[in-house]
């Protein structure tokens, strides 16, 4: 089957009137003040190269910076593959290209699940968490054929997201599903801002695993024992491609009794967890962003660093314990709350 | 009674040897695919004497003797080619000493690597030996009389050459020491005297029974961790073995490549182990490590891979299970390989031989790789599972293990641990002087041509 | 049988512990032939199946030599693991089913099916030194069991049980004669014929009499009873209770200044999970110190007891697993080895005379009963 050749619908002319270019000058890796921004902003909307596709850490932040609905972070990935730079070396980004192909082995059999499901993406050491009251009859599915592969963007391949995403989207319709609850906010923020952003048409409807626990916890709230304990939550990447979503976040820890703490790295001013900076080899930078980054959760007072993130909790969770700050993962904060043990 | 089951019963008590068909059987195959032959007898000595006395019986009664650790070579070096008598070492498995400040221990030689490990784990535990990625069921011994590899061998050589001192039961019944403990009370050298240890290191029995080992121990940092850098293009493997070796900052260092899971497919990865007794030594290491191979990395040529908090338990085990379990591949309970000792240039080679020997023997197949000493040679395992109830597959794998050797040979590398057939092959490449000296050592040693026969067995 | 005995690669990793301090297979321990070992046990039952060994009185003694106690399987790194005790038990069945199970393995078997107990002792023996009323309905039913019943050290420690329940004010029963052996034995040897007999007249009693929680002494008939097809009760070990009075402050202690070594049952440990319950009686001791073998829980080392062993011995001798565990036991400095397994104080109670030691082999409810009786 020949994919269809999607396009970004970008508008060169949001950025040409921008006041602030807010996209790169709030970039919290590459330091760029307002003119550099203004230079380096023309040269990629005119195609040209710019230092900025060369040391971008593909954090996603500057989707959400942009105010003004453009996709600057797409437009730095097309523009990466498009030249070929490689964000990562070849056989990092080779091994991760092997990782998503769908392989006969793992043909779909979830032709069972019954709504509501929840899809765990490539995550399957996560199957057994999903359990107890959050989750009573809810149906799992995962793999490769339900793998969203919006990874690439971190590697300089986003076409293969566009090759890839129309058969996982046919595969998940064909099961004949009308909503999917999605556990990696990655999936959700692909079948939502990527597809949209390519038109590319998604015929059920994506729900973020916040909308599902917020729903869930309101119906079990009588059970639930406030936790009292103070958290750092640590935002992920694609989470900048749908903050629309995030207001669940704050109503979760209102029921589950918990306080977000304030603190410098947090909501818009998050930093990466580093995975992916590691990945693309930037050592130094990785171990001080880490570094930044769970020193503000101690000044903070966190007991807790909620993840909501599996590949975050990952790459970051280790770092946090040894700072005496409990990783954990919202649904299983969530389940804390209701007196389930954890798995 | 049978006078020879009856003279092996007063040296050791009845219980302790059979002529029963089970064990024969047991002991008359390990878990590769040598063919099968079987012992007369099986005996379990617990002291030197007994070792001894059962060597004199040998030469009295003209009888084979095979002295065998856990038999886990896979390549049947203690499997009795010419029947006789199966000693199996592991009733001896006392750890006599410890030497904290000169950091050696002495051993029966029938002690396990896991029972060293966790008597060091609980008596000195900031000291280890270099534990080979075997079973922890496997001997000491057996792995240091095969020239074995392990943790430290990128760092200190061979495993061979960590020992201080041996005590061995020669094929005349002969008890005789060698090294610091053949003159003194301590076991701390081999060195500085004629280097007799040699005439029993790589010589599979043949040449004596080792009872007693010295092995050197060496720190044992508080802290280990694992990098992997992966590559796709294999001549770089020697670049970067290069320049992580003369950084000596790495504990271990490994390769794999393997076709599955998908993920793996087309790469090759280099483990490099990293130990500190702090955090800031690590990660010092480390970033020398990192550094040492930028040019690589701004080259887009190689990168570390991110490994999740599970991969890395795997890789960290010691030793790794996960190499047993690739047994269990083809869920039919074995593997055999070919260790082949090269040049780490050429590790190119040796990978393309192993795709094509896969290939036209129709075999599923894995590589894994250990550098010895800093770079100056490596272990490149041609490795391949197969289905112990699938004989057609059984036979396929025997076919590509063989080529294995061939190839080994061609590249210019030499096989570690050769079975009785792969010998003969390394003995027709090698300098005739070589195998006439062999065979002189050999007829000086064992006179009645006891010891392990089929093995090292030069017919000119 | 279906099984994929071709699977094991005969590494021997389920010989160890977890930290590999000493060999943990019981049979390989005593014997130390690689055919003793739970691999070379396995390729040998293949060779068998094969048909290119006969059977022979060595092989049968390599088979019911495995004690099931289930260290193999924990330890295997193999994806099969769970299967190998099975695959084992599977070959004993079909030993015994065409008939060549050694004598005393058939006669440990019929005198169950005969007279409800592996030594063929008269059923009106069963409950004569009992002096407790049967069950009448009360809250619990206590399941006495063979070893406890017939053996002099198992029925002390059944006194010792019945009589912490007591000054708990325990509403309990027994089955008094009319009890019936729990099979776990049959089961573990392959009888399963015998053992779905046993199981489904258990089951049928509880159920005529009412009886909704059962506890047992034995491990083994814990085990047994999980397995009971329709099993409508609820089973506990005793363990499981006397932890439970004690933190309902049902039991109230007093100090013993004690140091004392608990050894994990297989069929409680391995087979079923527990390992706290136990030390945690141990602990809420006043005074008393609770010091751990080398290899405890998980990695614990069989009395050399199950599977009908603590009546035909195979592994008898100077270097038995009882005489070794024994040993263990005394080299952590403790005066007393706290068992929670009437088999293994019987084992072990044996295994210290013959090693002329002065080690205490004691039941854990006779700990608790001199803590407790002291107020």
Known sequence: MQSQNFVLKFQKELCETCPTYDCLTRCQYLNIDTKTAEREIRKLLNGEDSFVLHECVTCYACEEYCKRGNHPFYLITDLQEKKGILPAPKPIVKQWVNLGIPDKKDIPHFYGAEEPVISLCLFPDFVDSISGKLFQGVSIVLGRHFFCNLVYLHFGKPSLIRERLPKIIENIASHGFKEVVFFHDECYSTFTSYADAYDIKVPFRPVHLFEYLYNRLKELKDEIKPLNVRIAYQRNCSTRLTPEKEHYLDKIFELLGVERVERKYDRENALCCGGIIRALQKLELFVEVQKKNVEDMKKAKAEYCVFNCPACYSSLAERVRKEGIKPIMLHQLCKLALREEPR | ?460 | MSMELHRCFRCGWCKLPSDFVDYNCPSYAKFRFESFSPGGRLWLIRAWLNRELTWSENFAKILFSCVACKNCAEQCKMRFKDEIVDWITSAKSLAIEKGLAPPKVRDFLENIAKHGNPWGLPRAQRASWLDLNKFEGEEDLLYIGCECAYEERGQKMAKNVIELFKIAGLSFGTLGNEEECDGNEAYMLGELGLFQELASKNTQKFKELGVKKVITISPHAFNAMKKYPNRDFEVLHFTQLLLELIQKGKLKLSELDLTVTYHDPCFLGRHNGIYSEPRKILKSIPGLKLVEMKRNKENSFCCGGGSGNFVFDLLGGSESPARLRVREALNTGAEILAVACPICKAMFEDAVKDEASDLEVKDIAEILLRSAERI
Request: hydrophobic fraction near 40%; charged fraction near 25%; include cysteine.
């Open chain 2, 1 to 460: 009674m049978d006078k020879i089951y009856k003279a092996l019963a007063e040296i050791v008590g009845e219980e302790f040897v059979s002529n029963r068909k089970e064990e024969l059987y047991i002991y008359s195959r390990d878990s590769g695919l040598s063919e099968p032959r079987f012992p007369d007898y099986v005996v379990m000595p617990r002291t030197v004497e007994e070792v001894q006395k059962i060597i004199q019986l040998a030469n009295k009664e003209k009888i084979h003797v095979v002295p065998a650790g856990a038999s886990l070579s896979l390549s049947g070096l203690t499997i009795p080619q010419k029947g006789g008598i199966v000693i199996d070492m592991r009733r001896m498995d006392r750890i006599l000493e410890l030497n904290r400040k000169g950091r050696y221990v002495v051993l029966e030689a029938g002690v396990t690597q896991g029972k060293l490990q966790a008597f060091l784990e609980e008596n000195a535990p900031d000291l280890c030996h270099s534990l080979p990625e075997a079973p922890p069921s496997a001997t000491v011994v057996g792995n240091l009389v095969i020239h074995g590899q392990g943790n430290l061998t990128q760092a200190y050589g061979f495993n061979s050459s960590m020992i201080s001192g041996l005590e061995v039961v020669l094929p005349n019944g002969e008890i005789c020491r060698i090294g610091s403990c053949s003159l003194s009370p301590y076991w701390f050298s081999i060195e500085p005297l004629p280097y007799l240890a040699g005439l029993f290191l790589g010589w599979f029995g043949t040449t004596g029974v080792i009872t007693k080992v010295g092995l050197r121990l060496y720190p044992k940092k508080k802290l280990r961790d694992v990098e992997l850098f992966v590559l796709e293009d294999p001549k770089l493997v020697s670049e970067v073995i290069y320049r992580v070796t003369h950084t000596e900052m790495a504990e271990d260092i490994t390769t794999v490549a393997q076709p599955y899971p998908l993920m793996f497919q087309g790469t090759i990865m280099i483990g490099i182990y990293l130990t500190g007794d702090t955090e800031e030594e690590l990660e010092f290491k480390r970033r020398l490590i990192w550094s040492s191979l930028s040019e690589l990395i701004k080259a887009k040529e190689g990168g570390f891979m991110a490994l999740t908090p599970d991969m890395k338990v795997g890789f960290l085990e010691k030793p790794m299970s996960s190499l047993t379990r690739s047994a269990d591949i083809l869920k039919g309970g074995g593997f055999v390989y070919c260790g082949a000792i090269i040049p780490i240039e050429k590790f190119p080679e040796a990978l393309k031989k192993l795709f094509e020997i896969a290939e036209r023997n129709g075999v599923t197949f894995a590589h894994t790789g250990r550098v010895i000493g800093r770079g100056h040679c490596m272990m490149f395992a041609f490795a391949y599972p197969f289905n112990r109830a699938d004989l057609e597959r059984m036979e396929k794998a025997k076919r590509a293990l063989f080529d294995s050797y061939v190839a080994t040979l061609e590249i210019g590398g030499v096989p570690w641990k050769p079975g009785a057939e792969e010998q003969k092959l390394i003995l027709e490449r090698m300098d005739k002087n070589s195998v006439e000296l062999i065979k002189r050592i050999r007829e000086l040693l064992d006179p009645n041509k006891i010891m392990n026969p089929g093995n090292w067995e030069v017919e000119l």
